[in-house]
């Protein structure tokens, strides 16, 4: 009977967990994703223009979805900022933000200055004359972005370790 | 219900997406434009070029260069002072 019990407790807590790994994973790889497409942005010689813009805005959505995973965190920490909070929850708040921001910024411009993706879209034709000037400032946002894309991969480091970890452990265990 | 929160709270980041816009804008009206660069077509290119990988391989060195130094600067300045162990006098 006790046996009994055990299993189905089990099983209970197995099912309980199953959303979380799912979870996990999920975010683990969206946010490998975002790595990736964050690097191939910066490199339109690789991707060519047409890649470049149409990936720019694919990405717009994937962020979205990041951040809606993290509203917990959000939420939680906004209502906080202004109270007792420590050095390194506010400065990651604030790193976060910029991030945004900067995301936003280069996301404008580029919208500003396509030549593929967006005239597609819109069904309108492209500008004859490059804005050289929304061009320059597209490119220096896009460098922000990087730079606060590796120190928010610095600050949350020991998340990205412990998932990465019990990921590709349990593929081990699952293939072993 | 699910789906009006999620809704929602797509409403909020956008919100603050506009206002950034919007920021970004204006700081934009501010920026003297440079000079045209006549090289500009002949660098882009419209089509992947696969030889150009090291430049990718590079950006990626570049982001995980900033997550380490981060990474030093984050545990130097941030992380909270060793506890003293409680000395009964």
Redesign the interface.
């Known amino acids: 009977m006790v046996a009994v019990v055990n299993a189905q407790t089990e099983i209970a807590t197995a099912e309980s967990t199953k959303p979380a790994k799912w979870r996990l994973k999920f975010m683990f790889w969206l946010d490998a994703a975002l790595l990736v497409s964050v690097s191939a942005l910066q490199t339109l010689h690789f991707t060519g223009l047409v890649l470049h813009e149409w990936l720019g805005l694919a990405v717009v959505p994937l962020i979205l979805i990041h951040l809606l995973f993290a509203w917990s965190w959000i939420a939680a920490e906004t209502r906080r900022f202004l109270t007792s909070q420590s050095a390194r929850a506010r400065v990651n708040y604030l790193l976060n933000l910029s991030l945004f921001a900067a995301v936003t910024a280069a996301t404008y411009s580029g919208i500003l200055i396509s030549q593929r993706a967006v005239p597609a879209l819109t069904r309108s034709k492209a500008a004859t004359e490059l804005d050289y000037k929304w061009d320059k400032l597209h490119n220096e946002f896009a460098i922000i972005v990087v730079i606060l894309t590796g120190l928010h991969l610095a600050i949350n480091w020991d998340w990205v370790l412990a998932a990465g970890k019990r990921i590709f452990r349990r593929s081990l265990r699952g293939r072993i | 219900m699910k789906i009006v929160r ?1 809704l929602s ?2 409403g909020l ?1 956008s919100l ?2 506009a206002i ?2 919007l ?3 204006a ?2 009206k501010y ?7 006549q090289h ?1 077509q002949l ?8 030889g ?2 090291p ?2 391989v ?3 060195m ?10 030093f ?2 545990r130097l ?4 002072p060793p506890r003293r162990k409680y000395q009964p006098q």
Do not use: M, Q
């Open positions: 999620i709270r797509l980041f603050v997406a950034f816009t920021l970004t804008s700081f934009g920026v003297v434009s440079p000079l045209p660069d500009w660098h882009r290119s419209l089509t992947p070029k696969i150009e990988l430049e990718f590079g950006e990626v570049l982001i995980a260069f900033c997550a380490v130094v981060g990474r600067v984050f300045r941030l992380a909270p």
